[in-house]
């Protein structure tokens, strides 16, 4: 009897049995606190009448989006309004993401070159872009780019296919006909073979130190069989170009001015960001790693591309990260300049015609989290891609 | 542990602060002394701040008659300036009473979205404007325009069902700001905007150049628009609907702000004597004191006062009432109040 009691007593006082206790205890306040929560919202969303479910997905949406990349009509549902904002959002932040990542990569080198006006020019980007507001930017660069543009019936015009005007930038549209199909199978197949060149590339340099221009046949591969093959199946593309009718031009590919705007501004802003994180990175790889390169007769390039940057990425790519997850965010200040992103279309619209903003801001938050978490996981597969061999 | 020991406290406390249902609002607002009122952020006419942050406009005038029929003093008001994207969710989360906005009243709002319309105190309909160099003479013409709008209005869909419904092709461009729109219009990016008419009157005297612009004739819609408070709630409803029912039956039977204190001396009329508070005890039904409608006459003025004093010709929005909706119903208009007995 002794023993087992001092047993219980000891396993009482026992520090880890204590510590799972108070977080069994965390956790249960936890869960009570997010059940009441949801269980008196439930009850008062009922008591004041609100319409709560998921059904209003199905129903027509009954309103228009100015820029949809799939078929959208007020006959479409709200689930469809959805998707057109989502994928708006995406091509915004996709295309941000692109020109942010190679004018921060310049503009980050820039800044460490020895030519005392490039670094100058590179720094005093960096200073002002940085430390502006990103709402006033997208306001400059939208009303700038508005005011400067002429009327549709005044439109600048390049070849008569190219039209830019105050309501966007009008090129034309390819329409591939019958049997354009085999092209495309002919391009992803000399691209997977292309992959394939790299890798064996690769593999043979490192065992035997001879090297193999990779890079010129592959393009060569898919350019050459790209073309033959056009010209084979006799041409199955043509063009549809924009034409003047009534306000406005019709056919073709449209860029409707918000887009270009916001992406210029997310370009820019988020670039001089990326900047210090590429200076950094550069700046993180010791001196000595030059110099040893030199000492073995590297060129100047060479010492770049195979020597520092590989290095500085591992230092690059987490604080890259942050900044991709950045502009993805920040996009959905669209909604200020009229772009029909995600939050406006959805959370906006949609949102006043249902009511329903529980459901819909839960949606559009689950998203931007998604959003987020797919970025982050690409980019720490990049990383642990870069690693070094060795290292952990 | 000590630390653990409070944020348990303050866990629990929260817990139990989270108020589960609400109390009367009319109750709530006699306590307090004063009653929030959603207002847009400036609309000439309708709720516009002046230099001084005092707030004016026929959509002011109902916070300020509802305030009027509970206190006696119509300035006891808070207003909350709200773009329309924000107005439904101030209203349902309590941060307002009263949504004086120009809302439209639709079957969706009052059904679905916890919202009770409390009347109607301006009947609009949405239109376009459009440079009048474009020469376009009427809506007919906007097939394939580029139409800049407003977030979070039934404007969004009256012009998706006007395109429809007569096969044009169109492009929105959608601002979640009304100053935006206009400054959007203003530098060309669309070629006409849409809103209520009303709206479109007083948004031009913010352009560049006011004359420059046309109204179209068509008229796409029917907007009727009045306060809102939440659904749930009939007695602060009541209070709400009869306050704006009581300025439109005291111009029906010739009450106005500058005759009142005669007239209510000399009546022999019994509907003016309800009116006036003499007869009849229609302040104990509305939970108020009996002089609540004489108050709104007397202190903000019936209808017709508040129409002439902020839209009417003779301002700078100039919305002229006889011949539209908005006139009484004896002189051609739809503007029919129930009798206040």
């Known amino acids: ?392 | 542990m000590n630390t653990m020991r409070i944020s348990f406290l303050g866990l629990v406390c929260s817990v139990l602060m989270v108020p589960a249902a609400f109390a009367g609002t009319l109750d709530t607002v006699k306590s307090q002394g004063f009653f929030n009122c959603g207002v847009s952020q400036g609309v000439p006419g309708f709720s516009n701040p002046d230099a001084d942050g005092n707030w004016s406009g026929i959509d002011v005038d109902v916070c300020r008659a509802v305030s009027a029929a509970i206190f006696g003093d119509p300035d006891k008001v808070k207003y909350v300036p709200l773009t329309a994207k924000e107005r439904f969710t101030a209203l349902q989360a309590g941060e307002i009473d009263v949504l004086s906005r120009n809302t439209t009243w639709t079957l969706s709002r009052d059904a679905q979205i916890g919202l009770e319309f409390a009347g109607v105190n301006f009947y609009d309909g949405q239109g376009f404007m459009v440079r009048k160099d474009s020469g376009i003479t009427s809506a007919m013409e906007l097939d394939g325009a580029s139409v800049c709008t407003n977030l979070g209005t039934t404007t969004e869909l009256n012009m998706a069902d006007f395109f429809r419904a007569n096969g044009m092709a169109y492009e929105p461009v959608v601002f979640e700001k009304a100053d935006e729109v206009v400054n959007a219009y203003d530098e060309g990016r669309c070629d006409t905007y849409t809103t209520d008419k009303s709206g479109l009157a007083a948004q031009r005297t913010k352009l560049a150049d006011p004359d420059a612009h046309v109204v179209l004739p068509e008229t796409i819609s029917k907007e009727p628009l009045g306060p809102v408070v939440r659904e749930g709630d009939g007695d602060w409803a009541d209070v709400v609907r009869w306050s704006l029912n009581a300025m439109i039956e005291a111009e029906e039977f010739g009450l106005s702000q500058s005759n009142a204190k005669t007239e209510c001396a000399l009546t022999s009329n019994p509907v003016v004597a309800r009116l006036c508070g003499k007869e009849g005890g229609t302040g104990a039904g509305l939970n108020l004191g009996d002089s609540w409608s004489y108050d709104i006459v007397t202190k903000v003025g019936n209808y017709g006062d508040v129409y002439e004093k902020h839209v009417g010709e003779n301002t700078p929005v100039g919305l002229a009432r006889a011949g539209s909706p908005n006139a009484s119903y004896k002189n051609g208009g739809v503007l029919y109040a129930p009798p206040a007995r």
């Open chain 1, 1 to 392: 009897m002794e023993t087992d009691k001092s047993k219980i007593g000891s396993f009482l006082f026992n520090r880890s049995v204590q510590g799972v206790f108070y977080q069994l205890i965390t956790l249960g306040l936890v869960a009570l606190g997010i059940y009441y929560i949801v269980t008196n919202t439930a009850r008062n969303m009922l008591e004041r009448g609100l319409a709560s479910g998921f059904h209003f997905l199905g129903v027509e949406s009954q309103f228009d989006i100015g820029m949809t990349l799939i078929e959208y009509s007020p006959t479409s549902t709200y689930f469809d309004s959805f998707i057109v904002g989502l994928l708006n959002t995406l091509l915004v932040a996709g295309i941000g993401i692109l020109f942010a990542t190679i004018i921060g990569f310049t503009v980050g080198i820039m800044r460490l070159s020895s030519n005392w006006l490039i670094a100058k020019i590179a720094e005093a980007y960096v200073e002002i872009l940085r430390n502006i507001p990103l709402l006033l930017q997208i306001f400059f660069w939208y009303f700038a780019v508005l005011r400067a543009l002429p009327k549709p019936k005044q439109s600048l015009e390049l070849y008569d296919s190219f039209f830019l005007n105050n309501r966007g930038l009008f090129i034309p549209d390819t329409v591939f006909g019958e049997g354009s199909s085999i092209i495309f199978y002919l391009l992803w197949l000399t691209i997977i073979i292309s992959i394939g060149i790299f890798i064996w590339a690769k593999r043979r340099q490192n065992s035997t130190g001879e090297r193999f221009p990779a890079f010129y046949v592959s393009t060569a591969l898919i350019l050459g069989t790209f073309f033959i093959s056009l010209a084979a199946t006799g041409f199955p593309v043509s063009f549809e170009y924009p034409e003047l009718k009534g306000f406005n031009f019709k056919g073709g590919v449209k860029l409707i001015p918000e887009l270009v705007a916001l992406t210029f501004a997310l370009a820019m802003y988020t670039a001089s960001f990326i900047a210090e994180v590429v200076r950094g990175g550069i700046m993180a790889v010791s001196k000595g790693q030059t110099e040893a390169a030199k000492s073995v007769g590297l060129k100047q390039n060479l010492i770049l591309r195979l020597i520092i940057i590989p290095q500085a990425l591992r230092v690059i790519v987490p604080p890259l990260t942050n900044q991709y997850l950045n502009l993805t965010k920040n996009s959905s200040l669209a909604a200020a300049i009229a772009y029909p992103d995600l939050v406006l279309v959805f959370a906006g619209t949609a949102l006043m015609q249902t009511g329903q903003a529980i459901e819909i801001i839960g949606m559009v938050m689950g998203v931007y989290l998604f959003l987020s978490l797919f970025t982050s996981l690409i980019m720490n597969l990049f990383n642990r891609f870069m690693k070094v061999d060795g290292e952990r």
